[in-house]
C-alpha cells in the first residue's frame, strides 16, 4: 500500500506539471489572439513554474531514508541563558515550519533552562519526506545579536546544536541487543498535571553497542517524559533508539560513497552551517551561500528556501 501511495503521488505530480504547462501554452496562444492578457500569462506561467520546480525537489528526495518522519533534537550551546533563548527561538522556528507543512509535531522530551529558554527539546515531526527536508537544517547555528539578557547592551553570539535523525517504521529491520539495554525511571517535570510530577513515568534508556562508524564501543542514552504512561515513554524510547542506530548505519553508508565519489563536495555534519545575523538583518546558509534579509519571517518558519538551495546543491 506504501507502495503504490507512493507511486500515486508521483504520477499525481506529473498529471499537475502537465495540465499546466499545457493551460500554459494555451494561454499564450490565447494572448497571441488578445482573448488574454499578458498578466493572465504570468499567472499561469508562475503556476505552472511553481509545479515543476516543486516536483523537481522531490526528485532529490529519492534515498530511502528521505521518505520518513524526522526526529529533531535542540540542544543549547555555551553561553547560559542567552544560548537557553537561542535555543527556544529554532524550537518555535521549526514548530512554524511543521505547522506551515502540515506535518505532526509531538515533544517528546522537554528540559527548561534556568531563567528563560530551554537546555534541550526532543520533538518528533511525521509526515511524507519531514526527514528529507529537515536533514539539511543537521548542524550548529549561530546567532548574532544585541542580548536582551545583556545589562551592557552588547552584542553576543550563541551557538546552538541541531541533530536530525529518521524516525524509522516498522518497515526497517533494526537488530537491538537487550541485554546492552537498561533503564532508568524519574519522575516528569513540566506541563502534564499532577499525575506526571507524582509518578515516575519519565524513562531513561541507555544502550551499549559497537559504533559502526567508529568500531569501538559507543552509549546511547534517551530520555522521554512525553506520555503519561511509563509503558508508552518506553515503547516511544525504543522507536528513537532504533532512529539513531538506523542514522548510523546512514552515516557508515554515506562515508564510503563519499570514498567512492571523493570529487564531489564534502559535507561536514555537526559543523556551523548557518548564521543569523540579527542586526545587519541577515541569514545566511555557509554551505550554500544562500542568503535572505527577512529575518522575522525565517524565524516564523520559513526556511523552504534554505532547505531547496541545500538539496538542489547536495542531493542533486
Same mark, same amino acid.
Given at each position: ?10 504520477? @499525481? ?20 489572439? @488578445?482573448?488574454?492578457?499578458? @498578466? ?79 537546555? /534541550?527539546? /526532543? ?37 546552538? &546544536? ?25 519522575? &516528569? ?11 515516575? /513515568? ?26 503519561? &504512561? ?61 542568503? /535572505? ?24
Amino acid at each position: 500500500m506504501k507502495k503504490v501511495k507512493d507511486l500515486k503521488s508521483w504520477i @499525481e505530480g506529473y498529471n499537475g506539471v502537465k495540465a499546466a504547462t499545457d493551460e500554459l501554452q494555451l494561454a499564450y496562444d490565447f494572448f497571441k489572439e @488578445e482573448a488574454v492578457t499578458e @498578466e493572465e500569462v504570468d499567472q499561469a506561467y508562475a503556476h505552472a513554474l511553481s509545479l515543476v520546480e516543486a516536483l523537481e525537489l522531490k526528485n532529490m528526495l529519492s534515498k530511502e531514508e528521505d521518505k520518513f518522519g524526522a526526529v529533531v533534537k535542540i540542544v543549547a550551546g555555551a553561553g547560559g541563558t542567552e544560548a537557553q533563548d537561542w535555543a527556544d527561538m529554532l524550537f518555535r522556528m521549526y514548530q512554524r515550519w511543521a505547522e506551515r507543512q502540515k506535518y505532526k509535531l509531538e515533544v517528546t522530551n522537554y528540559q527548561s533552562g534556568d531563567e528563560a529558554g530551554i537546555k /534541550t527539546v /526532543t520533538m518528533q515531526i511525521e509526515g511524507e519526506m519531514a526527514y528529507g527536508y529537515l536533514k539539511s537544517e543537521n548542524g550548529v547555528h549561530r546567532l548574532v545579536r544585541v542580548s536582551p539578557f545583556n545589562a551592557q547592551g552588547k552584542r553576543m553570539t550563541s551557538f546552538t &546544536s541541531v541533530f536530525v535523525v529518521p524516525l524509522v517504521d516498522d518497515s526497517i529491520e533494526i537488530d537491538i541487543n537487550p541485554a546492552n539495554l537498561t533503564w532508568d525511571t524519574f519522575r &516528569s517535570s513540566g506541563a502534564g498535571g499532577q499525575n506526571v510530577n507524582k509518578v515516575e /513515568t519519565g524513562v531513561r534508556l541507555h544502550y551499549k553497542f559497537k559504533n559502526p562508524v567508529t568500531n569501538e564501543m559507543d552509549e546511547i542514552i534517551i530520555e522521554n517524559t512525553e506520555s503519561r &504512561s511509563q509503558f508508552g515513554n518506553k515503547d516511544n524510547a525504543m522507536r528513537m533508539l532504533k532512529s539513531q542506530l538506523y542514522e548510523l548505519e546512514l552515516e557508515k553508508r554515506r562515508a564510503e560513497t563519499a570514498k567512492i565519489e571523493a570529487g564531489k563536495r564534502k559535507i561536514e555534519w555537526g559543523s556551523q552551517i548557518r548564521s543569523y545575523v540579527f542586526d545587519d538583518r541577515r541569514v545566511k546558509d555557509h554551505r550554500t551561500n544562500y542568503q /535572505t534579509s527577512n529575518v522575522n519571517a525565517v524565524m516564523d518558519g520559513d526556511i523552504d528556501d534554505f532547505i531547496k538551495a541545500y538539496l538542489m546543491e547536495f542531493e542533486g
